[in-house]
């Protein structure tokens, strides 16, 4: 068996560098936890990017995997399958959405919403062809391709890959006068995420997202939520949406729709949205395949049946008491909802990688996201114990400089 050295070599070697990971080369996961090639075990305080929150290797979700993998995994869209129906039937059910389109990553529901609801715009609304504008905001996330990294404002995204497709205005996040003032008659949509996730965990002012809802309504704008990080109970609801009292006009999720067993995202909408969208105007070769839908519905009925959610809340609430209470010259600040938050250390603490490393040599794997923060998601299932036990290595880890 190759060392971790070597397997870290040959990556270095052969793979691209668009990922700079943790040197720990992980082999097993359940649940919360993951065991590295050398038999250590860490707790999981990233959830592959808030995608695991039925945590490793959920039980249920495999067996639905393996039966529908043995029967049928991918048909296309040129024919029907069986879980298809079944698929929209829960989500709608759970969401309360009028239309459902399956899509495989996250980036492509985002794609699809741009395409659907600049279709709307000129169809539904009357805006004059190739005029549609959405918002957007500084700092958002919403994916990799060229379409989506056009408006992002981070260089990292954005500088070196142009040219970008127009459209698109961008108004700094959880500033409502901003987002009125950018507003025209070609406004088709708003695209936000309700909390922004890779910016740092950024919550939005109270009361943000209310006058949102009523701009957008009052200006028949469609508001897009993008829900992919924040959807599917990290932050303890189904959707984030509900901590604002609003509803979406179009809501994206991905991620957790698989419980990290395969790439599962779709489109929620009302019926008007992504009723625009005829045959042969959008599609994809695995979106709404067999396989996907039938992991989705059972990710889904562990998330809502194994009492996940309302896990989230209380653990959320736990961790964040118990960061909050740690004395620290070099934390700032520690934010989040649910069981998405964040740590924000000051500059002079140099930076959250090493923090990162040193949670790393205590058994946790933790992430750090634009320089000075440490984000901290672990999947849903966490129990008190072991958040008690995690507070214990933040705690030993910031307070020991
Ligand atoms: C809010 C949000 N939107 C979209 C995406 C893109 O998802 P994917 O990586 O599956 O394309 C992410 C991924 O981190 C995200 O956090």
Redesign the pocket.
């Known amino acids: 068996m190759k060392t971790t050295a070597a397997l870290i070599e040959t990556e270095h070697l052969l793979g691209a560098h668009n990922y700079k990971p943790l040197d720990v080369v992980l082999t097993r996961g359940e649940g919360v936890f993951v065991w590295d090639i050398e038999g250590n075990r860490y707790l999981d305080c990233l959830s592959a990017?808030?995608?695991v929150n039925q945590g490793h290797c959920h039980p249920m979700i495999f067996k639905a995997m393996m039966e529908q993998a043995q029967k049928l995994t991918l048909t296309s869209r040129a024919f029907r399958n069986d879980q298809l129906a079944l698929f929209y039937e829960e989500v709608a059910a759970l969401t309360g959405s009028h239309k459902v389109l399956p899509m495989n990553?996250?980036?492509?529901?985002?794609e699809t919403a741009i395409k659907a609801v600049r279709k709307w715009g000129y169809e539904v609304k009357g805006v004059a062809a190739d005029q549609a504008e959405i918002i957007v905001c500084s700092n958002n996330?919403?994916?990799?391709t060229i379409g989506i990294v056009g408006f992002s404002t981070d260089p990292d995204s954005h500088d070196g890959f142009g040219p970008f497709a127009p459209g698109f205005k961008i108004v700094p996040f959880g500033d409502i006068d901003a987002f009125r003032a950018a507003i025209s008659e070609n406004t088709v949509a708003f695209l936000v995420?309700p909390i922004q996730?890779?910016a740092g965990v950024i919550v939005p002012p109270a009361g943000y997202f209310a006058a949102v809802r009523e701009l957008c309504t009052k200006h028949g704008i469609t508001l897009v939520l993008?829900?992919?990080?924040?959807g599917l109970g990290r932050t303890g609801k189904l959707l984030a949406e509900e901590h604002e009292g609003i509803e979406a006009d179009v809501t994206?999720i991905?991620?957790a729709l698989s419980g990290g067993f395969y790439?599962v995202?779709a489109v929620l909408s009302n019926s008007e949205v992504l009723g625009v969208l005829k045959p042969g105007q959008h599609g994809s070769t695995f979106g709404g395949n067999p396989l996907a839908c039938a992991i989705a519905r059972a990710a889904l009925k562990v998330l809502t049946e194994e009492g996940m959610i309302e896990n989230s809340a209380l653990m959320g609430e736990r961790f964040m008491k118990g960061l909050t209470d740690i004395r620290s010259n070099i934390i700032k600040e520690v934010r989040g909802r649910g069981l998405m938050l964040a740590v924000e250390l000051v500059p002079e603490a140099g930076g959250a990688r090493k923090y990162c490393e040193a949670l790393k040599a205590r058994g946790i794997l933790a992430k750090d996201t634009h320089g000075d923060t440490i984000r901290i998601a672990p999947p849903l299932v966490i129990t008190a114990t072991e958040v008690d036990w995690a507070l214990e290595q933040f705690a030993a880890v910031l307070a020991s400089t």
Do not use: M, N
Request: proline residues 4%; hydrophobic residues 25%.
């Open positions: 990017y808030s995608a990553s996250g980036a492509e529901a985002v996330f919403h994916g990799r995420e996730g890779e993008d829900e992919i990080q924040t994206l991905g991620k790439p995202s």
